[in-house]
């Protein structure tokens, strides 16, 4: 047996033990059916407690109002920046996309190359000394609007915006990718939220969209049945087989999230740990964070040495310590520490023990 | 502990001992990594290997020429009903569907209602005895065609097509989503091959397309970049995040049938599965198969009672001695039993033990 191993992929990435156990223990003889929940079909009843479960652990842990239709699906986070559009822009109709970073950049690209008026509004910007801030000022809205898009977490850059524009009651779509579940929303804000699992809450393979019932119905003729939201929502997910195994994951996330004390809990979690990590950084002289206090990730720290030609050293010596995954995204370079959830404290502590350490024995 | 299950759900379906034993195993720390390998990035070298491996077996098993490209997506098989056309059918094409069953005739709904012209063949027909033929001599090829589509196994009906239709070399385009890997195919007959894992190769949340190279580049605009065969091959299926588990899990199950013998005495095995299924059914006056001999299924035996009035009691009676999911699907009523090639012929003899016993109990 290996020596315990830390992982601060940004995901897929590391899920809490319980979780991970109970999978485990349960792979072969799911619910004492004598099959792996794998081996189960997705049409019986077993599993169909799974997928109903999920989701009133989701409303009940995001308080997800009733006129609000939630639906599990395939093809990530990817596969929204086109069905968004699909779903709620008209053929002349315009989108305002707020850019704050990687993914935001992305979802507005597939927009504005294959669906129509997408409207780049430039949201972060690097100030004379090099720091990244969001300017929520930026945020407005165009005449003739059908929806205002934002990604919340920008898991490559380490951006976070907690506050959220005022639309002027045109529907706000965010991607929650990397936050969902990391603190509290008020899901009453939102026209949709759309997030992976692979980071907070399971593996990679399935994406939730929580989405209010009156934008439903306006998807385009040539869109794909598998990511119109009305067809999904009308099947209750299950037009076509959907990724079980990453459901029933997702369901034992939210068993493990309400068990501790639901969103509330983590968020107080989490900015205990994203600050012992800022204010460790922040007081050396050896790592720089290139973000605004304000405006930096709970879940993805993104920092860089100050010397870089130390970097290709700092990840084997980190490796050989079992700390994995601590490479920036490769547009960006630098380190990245993700954090997530399923992270405990011990985790962060460890990780700062290694900066300072690694700083002590380089400066 | 419970006793002996026999799982004969149509899919998600039973996986090989082995595959399960190993998945179970290494849950928690993959290839020694100390992290289960839902954990690690889908860019680490770790995972990378898993998926290099899956393509090279799934080459080496099905014998893939080099100018077929290799795709592992999400989506499913109602996925790629959609990306089909997309991605071949120009805006003033034609597409012949060749419908033997209920998921062909999904296919061809779904490109004739968004994407273009398509023509239904209907190549199935009831003789005056109620019995299903496949008729070749339907699936014609239209003037200016751009592809043909037929589904080879359909998975509700029971209907399996073992010869290829002459399509005078208009690209045949082939659903295999529950034949795949039971038999030798000469994949370069196909101008593409699609499908789904959760049969006879993996759990549920993975599709692969197989598909020649010259077809590539032809994606219509709107085509979201999730179902654009050339945007996921020019990334090696990494323009997303994959569903990580399902590409693993069929990692696994090509070992087992390169292991086994390869497709070669998976076919032996699933002929004599079939075989024995099929003979005591024709032998019984209490079973009926209502599919002609040459077009039955080797993996899906669809049958009913002579007396539909004991589908209740057959269904309440098989669970209670451990044989799961032989309810027929929900368009069709009577009975399936689906045999994929993880069923060995043990479970096939039991369920046909069973059909006896019944039948001598309710005669």
């Not at 990687?102 to 597939?110: D, I, L, P």
């Not at 524009?165 to 939102?190: C, E, H, N, Q």
Request: glycine letters at 8%.
């Amino acid at each position: 047996m290996m020596s315990k191993v830390w992982n601060y992929y940004a995901g897929p990435c590391m899920l809490p033990d319980e979780v991970m156990d109970e999978a485990q223990r349960d792979f072969r003889n799911f619910a004492n059916t004598g099959m792996g929940l794998v081996e189960i079909s997705h049409r019986s009843a077993e599993f169909d407690k799974v997928a109903k479960d999920a989701e009133a652990l989701l409303r009940e842990l995001l308080n997800v109002p009733s006129n609000y239709k939630i639906i599990f699906e395939q093809g990530g986070g990817r596969g929204q920046f086109a069905a968004i559009p699909m779903n709620l822009l008209s053929e002349n109709g315009t989108a305002d996309y707020f850019v704050t970073g990687h993914w935001s950049r992305c979802a507005y690209k597939e927009c504005a190359e294959k669906y129509g008026n997408a409207v780049l509004h430039e949201c972060s910007y690097q100030d004379e000394s090099g720091v990244w801030h969001v300017d929520y000022s930026k945020m407005t809205v165009s005449e003739n609007s059908e929806y205002c898009y934002i990604c919340l977490n920008e898991t490559v850059n380490g951006i976070e915006s907690f506050t959220l524009p005022d639309t002027k009651g045109v529907p706000l779509i965010a991607d929650m990718s990397s936050d969902i579940m990391t603190r509290p929303i008020d899901v009453s804000k939102f026209g949709a939220i759309i997030f992976g699992l692979q980071k907070n809450v399971g593996p990679s393979g399935m994406t939730i969209t929580i989405v209010r019932e009156d934008l439903l119905g306006k998807a385009r003729k040539y869109c794909p049945s598998i990511l119109d939201w009305s067809v999904l929502s009308k099947f209750d997910s299950m037009y076509n087989t959907p990724c079980t195994f990453a459901w029933y994951m997702a369901y034992l996330n939210f068993k493990w999230i309400k068990n501790l004390g639901g969103v509330e809990e983590l968020e107080r979690r989490n900015i205990k740990k994203s600050k012992m990590l800022y204010d460790y950084i922040d007081s050396s002289d050896f790592y720089i964070s290139k973000i605004a206090a304000n405006d930096r990730s709970r879940v993805n720290c993104v920092f860089t040495l100050k010397d870089e030609s130390l970097n290709d050293e700092f990840l084997k010596l980190s490796k050989a310590k079992g700390l994995i995954g601590l490479k920036g995204h490769k547009v960006l370079g630098g380190m990245r520490a993700s954090i997530y959830n399923a992270m405990p404290i011990e985790g962060v502590q460890i990780l700062v023990d290694f900066l300072k350490e690694f700083a002590a024995s380089h400066s």
